[in-house]
Structures are given as structure tokens and as C-alpha cells.
């Protein structure tokens, strides 16, 4: 997509619709309401600008263009998944989303919307290679760069998840994490499917470690609200090292550990 400058020239319409990409209708819209989901607030764009930095955060700011993406002399902005690695194998996400840019002076949104993109392991960005001519951008009267600072945003409205359909993956940290850093053996339950912050799940779990000689298992039972947010919980010492290494425990026979997650109660909410 090309934004020609007669194309933000002030006045701004309420609604435009710009040039189609692919074939694909892009529109764009100004309003006062802040982005629901996500918002970027850069304090110095020169100092980011000046470090040769050409991809910043999970909404993927590209400062002076994506070149590869033929972006030179624009603003190229996308929306990205992060933690992928945590996702069901085969994963795909249908989402329509909404990428903004402030004007400071006449405060309003800059939104551009464009159709429903299919995020999966192999496309996990998608976004606009050209969402600002630089020179517009940095104009002042125009206000998206206003004494250094700028600010983004983005709204994601999830059309359908056709993967299988994994609420909830177990995570296991032989070496520990927080508390149980380099002593203790942590587990976790991960949410895999909130992906968007309205969506929640509710589970009452236990997280086990099996003592495979006495029964005597390394055991605790919690229960927890999952979201976007708030997307893992656990414990991080389950098990203690010097138990783990004491054999006649029984949690480690033959170099194998055994560690479940048992799920009484699970519901979701929206």
C-alpha cells in the first residue's frame, strides 16, 4: 500500500478508504478513544532512530521502514505474536486488528484497518510496510511527532483459533525459576488460549511430581483465573533439588522424572 501526501492532507476526514493492497480494501478512521488492547509510548523516536534500531517491541515498529519490505522513507508498523513457542503444534489465528498513531494536537487516533490476516508458525507479523510517509510523520502541525515523542497502538478481535485445542499446557523449569532458581524444580500450568483479554479460563489443578517407589508424591493444588494477562501460575519450588537427587525418594528412577498436572474444574469466560 502507498499513502501519497495528498492523502493526509489536514483537514481529516472521519472516514477515508485508502488504496486497496493486493486487492485488499484498507481503511482509515480518526477518533478520540485510546486503543483497547495495546499502546506504545516512545519518550525519544531520535535516540531510537539514531541506535539503528529497525524493529521495536511486539507491536513491530520499524522507525525508518521496513527495506525489505520495499518500507523506505515510511513508518512500517505490524502486530506480531509473541511466546509462540507455548502454542498447540499446527496453530493458526483468524484476526481482524486496528494499528494506530496519535496526533498530539488534535487529539485523535489515526486508525488503519485492513482485512482478516491468518497468523500462523510460518506468518506471525502482519501489518502495513508503508502506515506513514516519514516526512508526514515528522511534520509537526500534522502532531504525531511532537517533542520527540510519538505513540502507537493496536486492537485485535479474534475471528476463529483452528488449532487443537490445548486451554491449558504444562510447563516444567528443571533448573527452577524465581524463588526457585537453581534449588528447586518449578512447574507451571500455561494458558494457550487467551489470546485476546476478554477471553478467560478458570481451572482448580493439581501439579504433581510422582514419587515412583513410595507413592509419596511431590503434590499441590491450586486454583487460578487464566487470561492474556495473567497467562501462567504454579509453583516454583515443587520439588527441591536435594530431594530430587535423593534416590531413595523415588521422584528420579532410571534418569526419568514424572510430572503431571491433574485438572478438576476447568470453565472459560468472556
Known amino acids: 500500500m502507498v499513502l501519497n501526501k495528498e492523502d493526509f492532507d489536514k483537514p481529516k476526514s472521519e472516514v477515508m478508504e485508502l488504496k486497496s493492497c493486493n486487492e485488499f480494501a484498507i481503511t482509515r478512521t480518526a477518533r478520540h478513544f485510546r486503543p483497547t488492547h495495546f499502546l506504545l509510548k516512545i519518550q525519544s523516536y531520535s535516540l531510537l532512530c539514531e541506535t539503528g534500531v529497525e524493529k521495536y517491541e511486539r ?15 515510511h513508518i512500517s508498523l505490524y502486530l506480531s505474536i509473541v511466546d509462540t513457542e507455548k502454542y498447540s503444534l499446527g496453530w493458526e489465528v483468524y484476526a481482524t486488528f486496528k494499528l494506530f498513531v496519535f496526533d498530539q494536537i488534535w487529539d485523535k487516533f489515526l486508525t488503519i484497518q485492513g482485512m482478516i490476516r491468518r497468523f500462523h508458525d510460518i506468518k506471525m507479523e502482519w501489518g502495513f510496510d508503508k502506515f506513514l510517509p516519514l516526512d508526514y510523520f515528522n511534520f509537526l502541525p500534522n502532531g504525531y511527532l511532537v517533542n520527540d515523542c510519538c505513540v502507537f497502538g493496536a486492537e485485535v478481535f479474534v475471528h476463529e483459533c483452528s488449532a487443537k485445542r490445548d486451554y491449558l499446557k504444562l510447563l516444567v523449569y528443571p533448573k527452577g525459576i524465581h524463588e526457585g532458581a537453581n534449588k528447586a524444580i518449578s512447574v507451571f500450568l500455561y494458558s494457550v488460549d487467551c489470546v485476546t483479554p476478554d477471553l478467560k479460563i478458570f481451572a482448580e489443578f493439581k501439579l504433581r511430581i510422582r514419587d515412583q517407589i513410595n507413592n509419596k508424591h511431590a503434590e499441590e493444588k491450586t486454583k487460578y483465573w487464566f487470561s492474556a494477562a495473567f497467562s501462567d501460575w504454579g509453583f516454583s519450588q515443587l520439588l527441591l533439588r536435594k530431594d530430587l537427587e535423593d534416590a531413595c525418594k523415588g521422584f528420579l528412577v532410571e534418569d526419568t522424572l514424572i510430572v503431571e498436572a491433574e485438572i478438576m474444574v476447568m470453565s472459560t469466560a468472556k
Open 59 to 73: 507491536l513491530s515498529l520499524y522507525p525508518k521502514g521496513n527495506k525489505k519490505m520495499n518500507g523506505t522513507d
